[in-house]
C-alpha cells in the first residue's frame, strides 16, 4: 500500500482537518485549536534545518547588535571629558561651593568629593560673622 499523499496547499489542509467544527469563528477553545492546525500546516514544509538556520540569522543579527552597544559604550567611556579640580579662593569652605561636575552630571567621586553636592547650596547667603558687632551697623539704618 503506497503512503498517504498530504496536499501542497496549507489552506486545503487547515480546511481538511477543521471540517465539520461548530463554531470556528466564535468559540474561543476551537478557535485556539484552528490556530494551532494553522501553525503546524505553516510549519509542516519546513525541515529541522531551516528552522535551524532562522534561529542562527536571529542570534547573528541579536549578537551584532550587542556588539555595536559595547562599542559605541566603550567609546563614551573613552572620550569621557578629564575632571579638573575646581579652584576655591583660600578662606572659603568648598562645601558652600556647588561642585561643577555635579551640576553637568559627570561626578564620580560621589561622598568623597569635597565640594557641596546640594543644588539649593546655590541659593543660600552668606553666613553671619559671629565675631563681629553688627549694631553699630543697625543704628546708622
Given amino acids: 500500500m503506497p503512503p498517504k499523499q498530504q496536499p501542497k496547499d496549507k489552506k486545503k489542509i487547515v480546511e481538511d482537518k477543521t471540517f465539520g467544527l461548530k463554531n470556528k469563528n466564535r468559540s474561543a477553545k476551537v478557535g485556539k485549536y484552528v490556530e494551532t492546525v494553522k501553525n503546524q500546516a505553516a510549519q509542516a514544509g519546513q525541515s529541522r534545518k531551516d528552522m535551524l538556520d532562522k534561529e ?6 541579536i549578537d551584532r547588535k550587542r556588539a555595536e552597544q559595547a562599542k559605541k559604550d566603550e567609546l563614551v567611556d573613552l572620550f569621557k571629558p578629564i575632571q579638573v579640580q575646581q579652584k576655591v579662593p583660600f578662606g572659603v569652605n568648598p562645601k558652600t561651593v556647588l561642585c561643577a561636575f555635579f551640576k553637568a552630571g559627570t561626578c564620580t567621586k560621589g561622598d568623597k568629593c569635597k565640594f557641596s553636592h546640594d543644588p539649593n547650596v546655590e541659593r543660600k547667603t552668606a553666613k553671619r ?11 546708622k539704618n
Avoid: C, F, G, V
Wanted: proline share 0%; hydrophobic share 20%.
Fill in 56 to 61: 542562527r540569522e536571529k542570534q547573528a543579527i
Fill in 129 to 139: 560673622d559671629l565675631y563681629t558687632d553688627n549694631r553699630d551697623e543697625e543704628k
